[in-house]
């Protein structure tokens, strides 16, 4: 249901790919509460993906960039303030991709030109966007910006691999830039840890179907779904929270905060052996 918190705002979401999308929801529900919107993803992911009817559905303009690139950031900025009438209201930053997971590289065998590349692409674009933005005064004062994170930045989880560094960089730099353009712009950063979600990005993880089940039986609200961000993502953006900032905010139906629960526990207790080999040692993984 439309309650018209957006009216009147416009915003950039990028890294919408197809419908399984965080970013795609977001879109389709921040424009559903009036906001006007442009949408960015790279040109690779533009071809691949199907942005291209996003963007005709939405009404929204579609702008290729690489997120990773200064130059292509400052256009999007452009574009969007020509296109849309004015300064940005809020930015969505829904980008990460890792070659060492793509890649099957454990993280005790990681290889460190990959570890570059998924560093800058998930979390250093995030700070060249918000730089970009600052440094074009593109954010309207009392404009909000956020970043989808995860719980794997503060504890290890199995697979995740240098994703979870990535993660943790890109919460810090929530911090480091919120306290800057906060006191001076009086801009809002905030990241959202979400739930394990069966995105394109998120299916590419080792053992991440069992993830998301691990995820769904510790937490007693169950899991967040893609939906359930955008819902998040709109308050976040609206002018309801105009005092949160610098904030890493666990959107993941309690998961964070619990130890074990009984359905986890359950489960645990009719697994023993499925982690021994064949010479009855257990398999550390």
């Given at each position: 249901?439309?309650?018209?918190?957006?009216?009147?705002?416009?915003?950039?979401?990028?890294?919408?790919?197809?419908?399984?999308?965080?970013?795609?929801k977001v879109a389709e529900r921040v424009?559903?509460?009036?906001?006007?919107?442009?949408?960015?993803?790279?040109?690779?992911?533009?071809?691949?993906?199907?942005?291209?009817?996003?963007?005709?559905?939405?009404?929204?303009?579609?702008?290729?960039?690489?997120?990773?690139?200064?130059?292509?950031?400052?256009?999007?900025?452009?574009?969007?303030?020509?296109?849309?009438?004015?300064?940005?209201?809020?930015?969505?930053?829904?980008?990460?991709?890792?070659?060492?997971?793509?890649?099957?590289?454990?993280?005790?065998?990681?290889?460190?030109?990959?570890?570059?590349?998924?560093?800058?692409?998930?979390?250093?674009?995030?700070?060249?966007?918000?730089?970009?933005?600052?440094?074009?005064?593109?954010?309207?004062?009392?404009?909000?910006?956020?970043?989808?994170?995860?719980?794997?930045?503060?504890?290890?989880?199995?697979?995740?691999?240098?994703?979870?560094?990535?993660?943790?960089?890109?919460?810090?730099?929530?911090?480091?830039?919120?306290?800057i353009y906060g006191r001076e712009k009086?801009?809002?950063?905030?990241?959202?840890?979400?739930?394990?979600?069966?995105?394109?990005?998120?299916?590419?993880?080792?053992?991440?179907?069992?993830?998301?089940?691990?995820?769904?039986?510790?937490?007693?609200?169950?899991?967040?779904?893609?939906?359930?961000?955008?819902?998040?993502?709109?308050?976040?953006?609206?002018?309801?929270?105009?005092?949160?900032?610098?904030?890493?905010?666990?959107?993941?139906?309690?998961?964070?905060?619990?130890?074990?629960?009984?359905?986890?526990?359950?489960?645990?207790?009719?697994?023993?052996?499925?982690?021994?080999?064949?010479?009855?040692?257990?398999?550390?993984?």
């Amino acid at each position: 249901m439309a309650n018209n918190l957006l009216k009147g705002k416009r915003g950039i979401v990028f890294g919408a790919l197809n419908d399984m999308s965080i970013a795609w929801k977001v879109a389709e529900r921040v424009v559903e509460e009036g906001a006007i919107i442009t949408l960015s993803n790279t040109p690779l992911a533009v071809r691949m993906g199907t942005t291209n009817e996003l963007a005709e559905k939405l009404n929204a303009k579609l702008i290729p960039a690489d997120a990773t690139s200064v130059a292509d950031l400052e256009q999007v900025f452009v574009q969007s303030m020509e296109t849309l009438g004015g300064k940005i209201d809020f930015v969505l930053h829904s980008i990460g991709m890792s070659p060492n997971v793509r890649k099957k590289r454990t993280y005790d065998d990681l290889d460190y030109d990959m570890l570059i590349t998924t560093l800058d692409i998930s979390a250093i674009s995030f700070h060249k966007m918000i730089q970009v933005a600052k440094k074009m005064d593109a954010i309207s004062e009392g404009g909000s910006v956020l970043a989808l994170s995860y719980v794997a930045a503060q504890r290890t989880l199995f697979g995740y691999n240098d994703m979870a560094d990535a993660k943790s960089m890109l919460e810090s730099i929530a911090r480091s830039f919120g306290y800057i353009y906060g006191r001076e712009k009086g801009v809002r950063i905030n990241t959202i840890s979400q739930s394990p979600t069966m995105t394109t990005a998120g299916s590419g993880i080792k053992g991440f179907d069992s993830l998301v089940d691990f995820s769904d039986r510790m937490s007693p609200l169950g899991n967040a779904t893609a939906d359930d961000c955008a819902d998040y993502c709109v308050v976040m953006f609206s002018d309801l929270t105009r005092k949160v900032t610098m904030q890493n905010l666990y959107h993941d139906g309690g998961f964070s905060s619990m130890g074990m629960s009984f359905r986890a526990m359950e489960q645990y207790n009719k697994s023993f052996d499925e982690f021994k080999d064949e010479e009855g040692k257990v398999i550390y993984g």
